[in-house]
C-alpha cells in the first residue's frame, strides 16, 4: 500500500480508501447498496486496516446516519488507535424534516458536524467535506462555517464533493482572500467509462494543488465486467439502481480490451479498473466498498497491478472522451508559442 499526500497539506493517506456506503442499510435506496451489520462491518474495517489502508470515508446521510454510528462502533470494537486512521464524512443531504435540516448553510453545517462526532464517538475529524453544491447558501457562508469547525478543533482538514470546476476556483479564491482554511480535496466521480472530469475538473485540480478522491470506481459494478454485453442479473444492484449511469456502447468496448489486459496479468477485470485509476496522476485515494470480503480483498489486490505505456495507450484510445469546444482551440492554440519553450 502506498500513500500520498492529500491535497496542499502533509497528511499521508492511503491510495486506497475503504468506503461504507454499504454499512447500515435497511430500507430505499440504501437496502439497494448495502445491509452489513456491527459485524460485517468490523470484519471490512479490520481486513482493510490490515492491508495497510489508513483512510475511511462515511458521510452523515448515508443510511441516515447508521454508517457512522457502525464506523464509530468498529473502531472501538477493533481497538484501532484514533491516531492510525484518518476519517473523512460528508454534509449536505437532508437529516430530517425540515427545510433547514439539509443544505450548506452555516446551521447546518455546524450541527452536522457535531451530530457526526456523536455518531462517530470521536472528538475530532479529520476530513469535513460538503457532499454537493448548495445553489441557496452562499459559498462565503459555508467556508466560514467550515473554518470555524477548524479553528474550533472538531475538523482537521475540509474537501468538497461534486463541485463544478468554476464552483471549486470560486472557493479556493475566497478561501485565499479571507485566510480561511483551505480546501485540500475533491471528492468525484472517475472512471474508464466516466471521464468528464478531464475537461475542466482535473486540469483545475492539478493547477490548483487540491487532492482527488475517486467515488465508484467501478462504476455501480459494471466494470467489474459481469454486466458487459447486455447482461444484467436479477438481483444485481444495477437493475433497480442503475447508477452512476454508463454509455453501454463504449463501455462494453472498454471492458473486451480490459478483459484482454486482464488475462495477460492473471488479474480480474476490477482489478485492471482500479490500477488505471490509481496510475493516473491526479489521483490521490481511490474510494473501495464492498459487500463481502472476497470483494474487498480482490480491490485491494489492484494496488499490486502495473499497467505499462502500452496497456495504458490501449485503455485511453477506447475510452478517451471525443473533443469538445474549446477543449481543441485551446490545444490547437496553445501551440503558437510551443516552439520557443525551453
Not at 31 to 47: C, H, N, P, Y
Not at 111 to 125: E, F, V
Amino acid at each position: 500500500m502506498r500513500y500520498r499526500t492529500l491535497g496542499p497539506s502533509g497528511l499521508l493517506v492511503s491510495e486506497l480508501c475503504l468506503g461504507t456506503m454499504t454499512f447500515g442499510g435497511s430500507e430505499g435506496m440504501w437496502s439497494q447498496i448495502g445491509r452489513l451489520r456491527q459485524e460485517e462491518a468490523d470484519t471490512l474495517v479490520k481486513t482493510a486496516v490490515d492491508a495497510g489502508i489508513n483512510f475511511i470515508d462515511t458521510a452523515n446521510v448515508y443510511a441516515g446516519g447508521e454508517s457512522e454510528r457502525i464506523l464509530g462502533h468498529a473502531i472501538r470494537n477493533l481497538g484501532i488507535p484514533r491516531d492510525d486512521v484518518v476519517i473523512a464524512t460528508k454534509v449536505l443531504g437532508p437529516m430530517g424534516e425540515g427545510p433547514n435540516a439539509r443544505g450548506a448553510s452555516r446551521a447546518h453545517v455546524l450541527a452536522q458536524a457535531k451530530a457526526s462526532l456523536q455518531r462517530l464517538q470521536m472528538d475530532h475529524i479529520d476530513l469535513y467535506q460538503i457532499h454537493g453544491f448548495d445553489p441557496l447558501t452562499p459559498i462565503t457562508e459555508t467556508l466560514e462555517a467550515l473554518d470555524t469547525l477548524v479553528r474550533q478543533g472538531y475538523v482537521r482538514y475540509i474537501g468538497l464533493s461534486n463541485w463544478a470546476a468554476w464552483q471549486i476556483v470560486k472557493a479556493v479564491g475566497i478561501t485565499d482572500a479571507r485566510k480561511l482554511a483551505p480546501i485540500l480535496s475533491l471528492q468525484a466521480y472517475y472512471t474508464l467509462v466516466g471521464r468528464d472530469l478531464e475537461r475542466e475538473i482535473v486540469p483545475m485540480l492539478q493547477a490548483e494543488g487540491i487532492g482527488l478522491m475517486v467515488w465508484s470506481p467501478l462504476a455501480g459494478g459494471f466494470l467489474s465486467g459481469k454486466y458487459s454485453d447486455g447482461n444484467t442479473a436479477e438481483d444485481s444492484r444495477r437493475v433497480s439502481f442503475n447508477f452512476p449511469p454508463v454509455d453501454l456502447t463504449r463501455g462494453d468496448t472498454a471492458i473486451a480490451v480490459m478483459r484482454e489486459i486482464a488475462s495477460a496479468k492473471g488479474c480480474t477485470v476490477a482489478q485492471v479498473a482500479l490500477a488505471w485509476l490509481l496510475h493516473q496522476p491526479v489521483v490521490t485515494s481511490v474510494i473501495v466498498g464492498a459487500k463481502r470480503i472476497d470483494q474487498l480483498q480482490d480491490n485491494i489486490r489492484s494496488t499490486e497491478v502495473a499497467l505499462s505505456t502500452e496497456e495504458l495507450l490501449a485503455l485511453d484510445t477506447v475510452t478517451k472522451l471525443p473533443a469538445e469546444y474549446p477543449g481543441w482551440m485551446l490545444e490547437r492554440q496553445s501551440q503558437y508559442r510551443a516552439p520557443f519553450a525551453s
